[in-house]
Nanobody, 121 residues
Framework: QVQLVESGGGLVQAGGSLRLSCAASGRTNIMGWFRQAPGKEREFVAAISRSGGFTYYADSVKGRFTISRDNTKNTVYLQMNSLKPEDTAVYYC?????????????????WGQGTQVTVSS
């Protein structure tokens, strides 16, 4: 069983930046970030392959968010710049044990507890 622990959420003004971190207790394959706003379904944000050589982003965050990972620390990061009020949500880290569709939340094996990101206008 792999445990994921997120950190780095908080309150920021529109146009600001935050960096989320997610530490895994063991080896993972694909790691991704999803988010869920009140009254909405959980949606894909970004994902990264184990090697870090392949990344994928939702259109809504492309060019503003950057996902990266450090396998020596079993940690994935999400650098969020130019934040907008519509980015407000609980952000969840997720991981797979093997190859999977990066955008399909049903294919992720492990999930973190979530961290709140609030962007004020």
């Amino acid at each position: 069983q792999v445990q994921l622990v997120e950190s780095g959420g908080g309150l920021v003004q529109a146009g600001g930046s935050l960096r989320l971190s997610c530490a895994a207790s063991g080896r993972t394959n694909i790691m991704g970030w999803f988010r869920q706003a009140p009254g909405k379904e959980r949606e894909f944000v970004a994902a990264i392959s184990r090697s870090g050589g392949f990344t994928y982003y939702a259109d809504s965050v492309k060019g503003r968010f950057t996902i990266s990972r450090d396998n020596t620390k079993n940690t994935v990061y999400l650098q969020m710049n130019s934040l907008k009020p519509e980015d407000t949500a609980v952000y969840y880290c997720a991981a797979t044990l093997g190859l999977a569709s990066m955008t399909d939340r049903n294919q992720y094996n492990y999930w973190g507890q979530g961290t709140q990101v609030t962007v004020s206008s």
